[in-house]
């Protein structure tokens, strides 16, 4: 079976570049972005739409188990949702089957959790996520530090929903994951360093 | 400055392991019981009435920031939990400053957040804490499976109390440490060789 690693991650806490400096060192193929990609391209969806549905969760008052029994006729809005995420679904194990690999977000770790992968859930206070996604965003960035706290907020709001939404477990609680790793004031590449060190171990057995 | 591990455990999911392996591997000072039996000889009480109040909140309805100003004239026993905790708190920034330590339990990770210290937390799952902790009792158990499940669950709602009631935090919570480990299913020694390997590379800096 192939080795597969899933990062769960707070926005701004750095997780996707970890996963990225993690699968380099470990010469594992890396999916985050690829994904919406080519889910756009089976679903004929416009990237920008599947990446606005596959970040939110779908607009139901019941998580899916309930909600698919409950609603005979749902709305198209939703029926959209649980499509791309059902091709996300087919999409991600396809990749876990193809090779080891570093796959972020998407709720990876749920729909692979027959296979026991590896699950790292990477966060950060409140003012070193501020501070990576002010200096990320660069010169161009037309946010201020508020603005940007509201949309940082939002976007992990929507990631909870999101993952409560398809799985039933809670969205960066401790019993969901392998390794959970503070980045606060840390240097990311020395976080991917130590992490890789550290699975490199796990793996060994 | 020392570098200091404090370690943060579940009942029954390997931690004080880990942490002694770790010590050894890394060649630092090991704390757990040594700071019980000091601060018997301290405060001249017996170790065994000294590890009651060192692993269960003191009796007041309210945090030690309230209830030392609240009130004027508290219960003896009141008083000698305080005096416990302030003992413990004198030693454990004396131990700090003596070497490289790894520390377990006791609020270390509060009491020295100034320091710095690398803070982790250690749990696993009710089935994996359950079965080391019947056969880590051995042959000479007298407990069934149900009275071990509630006195396991017992002692770490006195160590999520104990917590609360001497620092601002909730114990387990991911914002209070640098990295979580889950141990379910997993062989303490190759956990403990990982997190060394991870430790290593976080002290290189």
């Given amino acids: 079976?192939?080795?597969?690693?899933?990062?769960g991650r707070e926005f701004g806490?750095?997780?996707?570049?970890?996963?990225?400096?993690?699968?380099?060192?470990?010469?594992?193929a890396y999916y985050d972005n690829e994904i919406i990609t080519e889910i756009a391209k089976r679903t004929s969806l416009s990237e920008?739409?599947?990446r606005q549905v596959a970040e939110k969760r779908p607009v139901s008052p019941y998580p899916i188990h309930i909600a698919t029994s409950f609603f005979h006729a749902p709305d198209p809005a939703f029926k959209q949702s649980l499509a791309v995420f059902s091709?996300?679904?087919?999409?991600?194990?396809?990749?876990?089957?193809?090779?080891?690999?570093?796959i972020v977000g998407r709720c990876?770790?749920?729909?692979?959790?027959?296979?026991?992968?590896?699950?790292i859930f990477v966060y950060a206070d409140k003012e070193s996520k501020l501070k990576r996604c002010m200096s990320r965003a660069g010169a161009e960035n037309k946010l201020s530090e508020k603005e940007?706290?509201?949309?940082?907020?939002?976007?992990?709001?929507?990631?909870a929903d999101y993952y409560a939404f398809f799985s039933d477990k809670k969205w960066g609680d401790r019993e969901t994951y392998d390794l959970l790793i503070?980045?606060?004031?840390?240097?990311?590449?020395?976080?991917?360093?130590?992490?890789y060190d550290y699975v490199k171990a796990v793996f060994a057995k």
Same sequence: chains 1, 2.
Wanted: some cysteine; glycine content about 8%; aromatic content about 4%.
């Fill in 182 to 195: 503070n980045t606060s004031g840390k240097c990311i590449k020395q976080v991917a360093d130590a992490t």
């Fill in 108 to 119: 990876a770790d749920y729909i692979l959790r027959d296979e026991n992968p590896f699950r």
């Fill in 87 to 102: 091709e996300q679904h087919k999409l991600i194990r396809e990749l876990s089957e193809k090779s080891d690999c570093v």
């Fill in 148 to 159: 940007m706290k509201r949309k940082m907020a939002e976007i992990d709001r929507g990631r």
């Fill in 1 to 7: 079976m192939n080795k597969v690693i899933t990062i």
């Fill in 13 to 28: 806490s750095g997780g996707r570049e970890l996963g990225r400096r993690l699968a380099e060192k470990l010469g594992f």
């Fill in 48 to 50: 920008e739409y599947v």
